[in-house]
Each structure stands twice: as C-alpha cells, then as structure tokens.
C-alpha cells in the first residue's frame, strides 16, 4: 500500500495508463485534493514518527479507496462525450462504498470515458460516394464549424486578456496591489482554461479536464500564488490563450470564405435567371456570367466545393482537438 500522497497518486495513474489523459488529471486532481483534506482534518497535531504518519495515511486512503479501485470506478464511466451531454458518477462508487461519495462530488462527478466505438460491417461497407457526401449529415462538422467561427471572439479575448494581464501584472508587482492582480490574473487564467476545455469538449467532441488542480490544503495568500506560479499548466495555459488568436483569425477565414464561394457559386446562375440577364455591367465594359449549359455546371461545382469545405472543417475540428488536449491536459506533476 502506497505510504503517501505521491506514491498514491502515481499508482493511481499507473492503474489508469490507456485511459483518457483527461480523465487520468481528473482522477488525479480528485485524489490529490480528498487526501490532502482528509489528513489534514485527521492530523491533530504534528506527527512524532514515521509508523504513526504512514497509520494516518493508510486510514485515509482505507476509505477513499485503492488505486485500483479508484482507477476501476472512473473507468466503468460511460461515455457521452461529443454529443453534449455529462456523463454521470463512477458507476463503481456507490456500489462498493470504497469511494466516498463527497470526494467525486461536483466537476469530478461527471467524469465519461472516452469510449472506442468499433465499425459495424454496415459502415465498414460504405461506398467512396457515401462518405465523400455523407459529412453533410455529420453533426460534429456543424459544431466544428461553430467552434471556428467562435474562435475569433474568443481569441481575441483570450489575447487581449493575457496581454494586458501580464503587462499590469509587472508593473504594478512593485506595488502594493501588485501581488492580489497577480493572483487574479493567474486566477483568470485558470478559469479561461477549463472554459476553452469545455468549449473544446461541447464543440470539438473530445474528452477535457473538468476541473483545475487544487492548491495545497490550508494555503496561505503567498503560498498559493507560488504554487500557481510554478505550476507548468498555467504557462502552457497563458501560451495556448496567445496562439488562439493566429488561429481564430485563420480558422474564421478558411469558415466564411469556404462557405462564400460555394454558395456562390450555387445562386449565382439562379440570380441571373432572375434578373434575365446574361452578363453584368461594369460602366462601359460587359462581363459575360453563364450560357444556359454552363449554369447547372456552376451548381454543381459550389455544391461539391461546400463538400470538400465540410470535409476541410471536419479536419481542423479534429486536428485542433488534439492540440487542445496536447496544450491543456499535463499529467506531469
């Protein structure tokens, strides 16, 4: 049986390994916190030996529960991700009472593992044609697509907000409000990173952390702006919020150009249809639209174009998806 919190929790990851890396953080950030409160609350006061502090520990951990059967209660999870939906509490939790229910109480009570679903004969089948056009009929583009065009606001805020955070933050730490902005800042931070997690999970249909790593149990003012300040998550954090803005800007672009075109290309022989016109007047010049056989060519060549452009949306869902969870889900402690 593991004599501390680190032996614990790196069992614990180990007995999760092949799991979601986000739902390993979960597990791992819920065990960290309920152990630090649970010996914290059991420790009346200082530990004189080593035997007595590994007694407390395996009193805690008695009825939190093993790695194992900790690692058994979030993987029997089932999984709801990329349809919006939260999956509910580690179904191993209540039955087997060595899990206590207020330790996955809140974000960590909504823990889904990501589920691989395997092919059925029916969609391995599917001819060439059917799943070039069959991403019209894939809600998880529209929610792709949704996400780019999001991700300009929300770069822009993103930026804008670590910007100006970290610029005030230097030049007023030699102040005497310095030190609180620079804990609300790191405050914010954390907070716009499990906001884009779950944007990215509701959106993008990839499992990410639902809930920040918690500070240590009965930290002071000081001890918790150390601890977020050296904690990795929150640079790579405040480096992901940056280079949202690049990539807002060109997955806005590649969103509302694609669709442009295509549609144009669409309605522009119906609109000369309507109109009764052959050709659009430019001052003195004339420009020559579509001859009456070339107009259905136009339809079709925008309708495949907005195909190919779903399939492109469905690409950067799925690429920046792993980019999310490569950026925000860090298992190293």
């Given at each position: 049986m593991a004599k501390d919190i680190d032996t614990y929790l790196r069992?614990?990851?180990?007995?999760?390994?092949g799991a979601d890396p986000a739902l390993v953080q979960d597990a791992l950030f819920d065990a960290e916190e309920h152990l630090q409160a649970e010996l914290a609350a059991v420790e009346a006061s200082r530990s004189t030996s080593v035997e007595e502090a590994e007694a407390r520990f395996a009193t805690v951990v008695e009825g939190y529960g093993t790695p194992e059967e900790v690692a058994?209660?979030?993987?029997?999870?089932?999984s709801e991700v990329g349809r919006g939906a939260v999956g509910s509490a580690p179904t191993g939790v209540g039955a087997t009472a060595t899990l206590p229910v207020a330790s996955l109480a809140g974000d960590a009570a909504g823990v889904p593992r990501t589920?691989?679903?395997?092919?059925t004969p029916a969609t391995a089948q599917k001819g060439v044609w059917t799943r070039f056009f069959g991403v019209v009929a894939d809600p998880g583009v529209y929610r792709a697509l949704l996400y780019m065009i999001l991700s300009l606001a929300t770069g822009i805020a993103y930026f804008t907000i670590v910007v100006m955070g970290l610029s005030l933050s230097g030049g007023l730490i030699i102040l005497v409000i310095g030190l609180p902005f620079l804990l609300l800042f790191l405050g914010v931070v954390r907070g716009m990173s499990l906001f884009e997690g779950r944007l990215v999970e509701l959106l993008l249909g990839t499992r990410m952390p639902r809930?920040?790593?918690?500070?240590?149990?009965?930290?002071?003012?000081?001890?918790?702006?150390?601890?977020?300040?050296?904690?990795?998550?929150?640079?790579?954090?405040?480096?992901?919020?940056?280079?949202q803005l690049p990539l807002g800007i060109v997955y806005f672009t590649v969103a509302v150009t694609g669709f442009s075109v295509g549609v144009y290309g669409i309605a522009l022989p119906f609109v000369q249809l309507a109109l009764g016109q052959t050709y659009l007047n430019y001052g003195v010049s004339s420009e020559f639209l579509f001859r009456a056989w070339e107009m259905p060519l136009s339809v079709i060549g925008g309708a495949l174009l907005l195909v190919i452009w779903l399939h492109l949306i469905?690409?950067?869902?799925r690429a920046h998806a792993a980019y999310a969870k490569g950026m925000l889900v860090r298992l190293v402690r």
């Amino acid at each position: 049986m593991a004599k501390d919190i680190d032996t614990y929790l790196r069992e614990l990851q180990a007995a999760l390994a092949g799991a979601d890396p986000a739902l390993v953080q979960d597990a791992l950030f819920d065990a960290e916190e309920h152990l630090q409160a649970e010996l914290a609350a059991v420790e009346a006061s200082r530990s004189t030996s080593v035997e007595e502090a590994e007694a407390r520990f395996a009193t805690v951990v008695e009825g939190y529960g093993t790695p194992e059967e900790v690692a058994a209660a979030y993987m029997e999870t089932p999984s709801e991700v990329g349809r919006g939906a939260v999956g509910s509490a580690p179904t191993g939790v209540g039955a087997t009472a060595t899990l206590p229910v207020a330790s996955l109480a809140g974000d960590a009570a909504g823990v889904p593992r990501t589920v691989t679903v395997e092919p059925t004969p029916a969609t391995a089948q599917k001819g060439v044609w059917t799943r070039f056009f069959g991403v019209v009929a894939d809600p998880g583009v529209y929610r792709a697509l949704l996400y780019m065009i999001l991700s300009l606001a929300t770069g822009i805020a993103y930026f804008t907000i670590v910007v100006m955070g970290l610029s005030l933050s230097g030049g007023l730490i030699i102040l005497v409000i310095g030190l609180p902005f620079l804990l609300l800042f790191l405050g914010v931070v954390r907070g716009m990173s499990l906001f884009e997690g779950r944007l990215v999970e509701l959106l993008l249909g990839t499992r990410m952390p639902r809930r920040p790593r918690a500070e240590p149990h009965g930290a002071g003012f000081v001890q918790r702006m150390w601890f977020w300040l050296k904690d990795g998550r929150t640079w790579v954090a405040m480096i992901y919020m940056v280079l949202q803005l690049p990539l807002g800007i060109v997955y806005f672009t590649v969103a509302v150009t694609g669709f442009s075109v295509g549609v144009y290309g669409i309605a522009l022989p119906f609109v000369q249809l309507a109109l009764g016109q052959t050709y659009l007047n430019y001052g003195v010049s004339s420009e020559f639209l579509f001859r009456a056989w070339e107009m259905p060519l136009s339809v079709i060549g925008g309708a495949l174009l907005l195909v190919i452009w779903l399939h492109l949306i469905r690409g950067i869902g799925r690429a920046h998806a792993a980019y999310a969870k490569g950026m925000l889900v860090r298992l190293v402690r």
